[in-house]
């Protein structure tokens, strides 16, 4: 099948979906039409809108935390789960999520989270964001545009590319190509001028996690938040730098199954993936 082929196909295929309305159906019934007549990869262009419990969420099924969106209804469901968990067992405080891209975890926090910070650097995704939010009204999210570290000044950034917009990342190698500058500060000095306590965190960095760690001692020694950061590296020696950066007296999981909603935490003794970190005197009446 040639390249022209495919974008009739996917054409017809999208017409067809919009057409029935299929955005609008309940998500059990857009998993089973979507994932059997519309596959990702084969896909040119298809906008949609849904609904994502009170909010709108729009996106467009070529990318691929959109096309989770789309067919499923969430994307890692079982993160979510456990964030608000937690979150709602917390004193009124802050949820910081660093690396929010399009804000499917902003908006599941949304509701729950006294105050949000969402720390997005690339702007055509934190536009897109800043978007969801004033479609939704929502008034308790505040847009960070800038990359957390452990120092101020600039960095260099490679933006995704437009099939999954969750893999843009900061980048120390000069030898990249198509680099962009953005700017960059510590955690600590984003949060100076915030008095609600830091209650969670989350971060997804694409392995830029142990400078945003560093940026965010004092606050972290101050509040002691549950912390779910997204470790892509199983080395040893990267657990124990992570692990260190810490304060005392916290516990390290491992997150199971968090593309569903029943999620599971297990001790983290090696491995890659979502690493929850729990100060031990919260965990009581939690696990």
């Known amino acids: 099948m040639t390249t022209q082929d495919l974008a009739e196909k996917s054409g017809s295929s999208a017409a067809i979906f919009r057409r029935l309305k299929v955005a609008s159906w309940?998500?059990?019934?857009?998993?089973?039409?979507?994932?059997?007549?519309?596959?990702?990869?084969?896909?040119?262009?298809?906008?949609?809108?849904?609904?994502?419990?009170?909010?709108?969420?729009?996106?467009?099924?070529?990318?691929?935390?959109?096309?989770h969106m789309l067919s499923r209804g969430a994307f890692e469901p079982g993160l979510a789960r456990l964030m608000q968990?937690?979150?709602?067992?917390?004193?009124?405080?802050?949820?910081?999520?660093?690396?929010?891209?399009?804000?499917?975890?902003?908006?599941?926090?949304?509701r729950h989270a006294r105050q949000?910070?969402?720390?997005?650097?690339?702007?055509?995704?934190?536009?897109?964001?800043?978007?969801?939010?004033?479609?939704?009204?929502?008034?308790?999210?505040?847009?960070?545009r800038v990359a957390l570290s452990d120092h101020p000044g600039t960095v260099s950034f490679l933006p995704p590319d437009s099939g999954n917009l969750g893999v843009g990342r900061v980048v120390t190698d000069a030898?990249?190509?198509?680099?962009?500058?953005?700017?960059?500060?510590?955690?600590?000095?984003?949060?100076?001028?915030k008095p609600l306590p830091l209650g969670l965190v989350k971060i997804d960095v694409e392995g830029f996690e142990l400078n945003v760690l560093r940026g965010l001692q004092s606050r972290m020694a101050k509040d002691r938040p549950l912390v779910v950061v997204e470790v892509l590296t199983g080395d040893e020696a990267h657990r124990q730098r992570l692990t260190e950066l810490f304060p005392e007296n916290y516990s390290f999981l491992i997150l199971e199954s968090a593309r569903r909603s029943r999620y599971q935490l297990l001790e983290w003794t090696k491995g890659h993936g979502d690493i929850v970190a729990i100060p031990r005197e919260k965990i009581s009446g939690f696990l």
Do not use: C, M
Not at 85 to 93: A, E, F, L, M, T
Not at 116 to 144: F, G, S
């Open 26 to 67: 309940p998500a059990w019934a857009r998993r089973i039409y979507v994932l059997s007549f519309l596959p990702r990869k084969k896909l040119r262009d298809l906008p949609f809108e849904i609904s994502f419990g009170p909010y709108l969420f729009s996106g467009n099924a070529v990318n691929l935390i959109d096309y």
């Open 85 to 110: 968990n937690w979150i709602k067992r917390q004193p009124p405080s802050l949820f910081l999520d660093v690396g929010a891209n399009i804000g499917v975890h902003t908006l599941a926090l949304a």
């Open 116 to 144: 949000i910070i969402a720390v997005e650097p690339y702007a055509p995704v934190a536009d897109r964001l800043q978007k969801t939010i004033e479609k939704n009204h929502i008034e308790n999210v505040e847009l960070a």
């Open 175 to 193: 030898l990249s190509s198509g680099l962009i500058e953005v700017t960059q500060l510590t955690g600590d000095a984003l949060l100076a001028d």
